[in-house]
């Protein structure tokens, strides 16, 4: 099977007006994309379409310190079957809300998701999914397959001492529904994602790790810079293009 590599818009800064046109390019037919309004999902379908790309995974809101978050998060997963997308990608941060009802709320998110198909993917934020072990914690106690982790290269490093990207990984594999493919120079707590390649993630293990166990995809990248740059268009597209290139040379697509 094929790797599946996509592209977060935000990756491009500012300057996503010509991401479309851009990926179509460099041959990239894949994007994480915001959850579009009920209006606005044909028009954005249609755009998609016209741009040879096809949305992978979707940007929602999931709110799981609300009592209402289930029902506040049907018109999600109704607007990602509408578009035929699998994947919702979210950040949960639980706080002082008692775990068993946080638990029992994402069990509840992952009953509704399952009758599409859907994986309700967490990021790797604290203070639910921010390390391999808190990942897995949070997996089992909830034990539903629609609710998955959302792997962050990147983010391990930021919010964890003496971690790497595939000794965390190693400990979630079952668990892994969508990975972010992000760099980072390792510092804590560092703002410091540059091109894919550029960082200390060794991607070559972590895809390998991911495909022995029958993961594929989607792979995307986030390509979220370096603290006081000032990239002009040319260089954020230069930026995505690059790390394209780098998953091509160390042979993962």
């Known amino acids: ?16 007006e010509g991401a479309y046109t851009h990926l179509a390019e460099i041959g990239l037919t894949n994007v994480e994309i915001g959850v579009p309004s009920v209006e606005s999902v044909d028009a954005v379908q249609s755009e998609l379409k016209a741009h040879g790309l096809t949305a992978t995974s979707l940007l929602g809101r999931c709110d799981i310190q609300s009592e209402t978050v289930v029902s ?3 018109p999600t997963l109704e607007i990602a079957d509408k ?11 639980a706080g002082d809300t008692d775990r068993d009802a946080v638990y029992d709320r994402l069990r509840a998110i992952g009953e509704n998701a399952a009758p599409g ?12 999914i921010h390390n391999g072990d808190i ?6 106690a909830v034990s539903h397959p629609n609710i998955c982790v959302n792997f962050d290269t990147g983010n391990v490093y930021y919010y964890n001492h ?10 979630v ?29 060794d991607y070559k293990a972590v895809f390998q ?17 370096i603290e006081g740059e000032n990239l002009d268009e040319a260089g954020a597209k230069a930026r995505v293009a690059d790390s394209l290139q780098h998953l091509k040379d160390i042979g993962v697509i």
């Open 1 to 16: 099977m094929e790797n599946i590599i996509a592209c977060n818009l935000g990756s491009y800064r500012q300057f996503s």
């Open 209 to 225: 790790i991911l495909n022995d166990a029958g993961f594929y995809g989607p792979f995307t990248m986030e390509l979220e810079g």
């Open 135 to 140: 990942a897995l914690e949070t997996m089992q």
């Open 83 to 93: 578009m035929g997308v699998k994947i919702i990608f979210v950040s949960v941060h």
């Open 117 to 128: 198909g859907i994986k309700v993917c967490l990021e790797t934020h604290p203070d639910l």
């Open 162 to 171: 003496n971690v790497t990207a595939v000794s965390e990984v190693q400990k």
């Open 72 to 74: 506040d998060f049907q």
């Open 173 to 201: 594999v079952p668990h892994v529904g969508a990975v972010h493919l992000k760099d980072t120079n390792g510092g804590y707590r560092t703002w410091h994602f540059p091109a894919l390649g550029e960082g200390v993630v």
